[in-house]
């Protein structure tokens, strides 16, 4: 069975903060993705990669960054997170054209 | 672009009635790959089936059944005598043929089953 792992289910931070969402595979997935899902908008999607250390926007990268050093672990950055930040967020992985599958997804709730 | 409309934001069923889920999309792309996910209240999505544009066949999967227009460009979900299990958000979602298996939602529908 594929596995994604997301490091929280529950997370609150403070605006101004530094937020780490981490994301981690088994399946040796080369494609990994990361969307936020807020109610009546679905899933958009924030950043993807395509293989280690290389990284595509989505439809919404304002206000984030990714890094990608191994290729089970992709992380989503929070710079300074602002309270319109606040939303799931879901990791999901893929081998290319194959079913894309998902973590349990980290609610972020930013004060 | 592409695009996937779920116009359907709610139904709401009584158990052992059957539910359709309406799908519509939009793609310049001749190949191209069309998903359904359920997201039941823990939050996490799970996958149920997967079509490719060339494969129009239905499917069904025991209460579960899916029919796949190309004509209509639509792939619609439909649940046979519904249970109190099925109560989730459904979504569906489209992936372009070279697009990395990014995917595009739609806005979900989400599913009420009442006893």
């Known amino acids: 069975d594929v596995k994604v792992t997301q490091s929280s289910r529950y997370l609150v931070k403070r605006t101004g903060e530094k937020v780490f969402l981490e994301c981690v595979q088994d399946?040796?997935?080369?494609?990994m993705f990361w969307y936020r899902q807020d109610p009546g908008l679905g899933l958009r999607l924030i950043y993807f990669?395509?293989?280690?250390?290389?990284?595509e926007k989505g439809d919404i990268p304002e206000g984030y960054s990714v890094s990608r050093e191994k290729k089970e672990r992709f992380s989503l950055i929070l710079e300074s997170a602002s309270t319109n930040q606040t939303s799931m967020y879901l990791c999901?992985?893929?081998?290319?054209?194959?079913?894309?599958?998902f973590g349990p997804g980290t609610r972020l709730l930013v004060l | 672009a592409q695009k996937v409309t779920q116009a359907q934001t709610e139904i709401s069923v009584v158990e052992k009635e059957d539910v359709t889920l309406d799908c519509v999309y939009e793609?310049?792309?001749?190949?191209?790959?069309l998903f359904w996910y359920k997201q039941p209240p823990s939050g996490e999505l799970v996958f149920l089936i997967r079509?490719?544009?060339?494969?129009?066949q239905n499917e069904i999967s025991g209460r579960y059944s899916w029919n796949f227009q190309k004509s209509t460009s639509s792939f619609n979900f439909t649940i046979t005598a519904s249970q109190v299990v099925d109560s989730a958000v459904y979504f569906c979602?489209?992936?372009?043929?070279?697009?990395?298996?990014?995917?595009?939602f739609g806005a979900g529908t989400q599913v009420v089953v009442t006893p």
């Open positions: 999901a992985s893929r081998r290319g054209q194959e079913t894309q599958y």
């Open positions: 979602a489209l992936s372009a043929w070279g697009s990395w298996g990014k995917l595009q």
């Open positions: 990669s395509y293989d280690v250390k290389m990284k």
């Open positions: 793609t310049r792309d001749t190949t191209y790959y």
């Open positions: 399946m040796d997935h080369e494609n």
């Open positions: 079509r490719n544009s060339f494969d129009e």
